[in-house]
């Protein structure tokens, strides 16, 4: 898949971690976010379709890109051994590393499918507000698997503990050590669904 700027959700772009140029070639460079490790060429998306190559450099484009945050409860998340009944507000990132055929939410995971009027921008100062609003005690990182999210999820997480919200990360985990070591940081609560 190509970076394609005419559509409205891949115009702005973020500076990516956990990446590297790859051997011997200047212009390619390789995700090492998910064990997938894509190779991706100059004006080429990884897999997930949301990481991609500008210039020799990797970008995410899912950047505080979300469908709508929802108030829900921790219950929907398979978590219901810590403060039962807190309300969450779940968020979605577009994109995902993987392609499983049973997704539910494969109109947002597999962004070749993806209506951008589906698409909302949020910093991450307006997820800890609103949840300071609304008496919101979690964060929840759910939907599509967060893991492609790193960059926002880990700056977001890190603001919300500072405010006292708890995060919650629903994923299959399908994810390198070096960002592991960088959720542990700031994530209170993982729940790990196998795919």
Known sequence: MKIDTSVSWMRDKHPASHWEKAPGESSTVICNLSPRHCKIADGQMGKCGVRGNAGGELYTFNYGKSVEATMEYIETEAVNHFRPGAKILSLGNIGCMMSCDFCQNWRTSQ?????????????????VDTCKLLG???????????VVWHEFVVETSRLAQKAGIVTLYKSAFYIEDAAVDELIECIDIFSISLK
Do not use: C, K, M
């Open 111 to 127: 962004v070749r499918h993806l209506n951008p009027s589906d698409v909302h921008t949020y910093t991450p100062e307006q997820i």
């Open 136 to 146: 919101i005690e979690v964060i929840s990182w759910t939907y599509n698997d967060p």
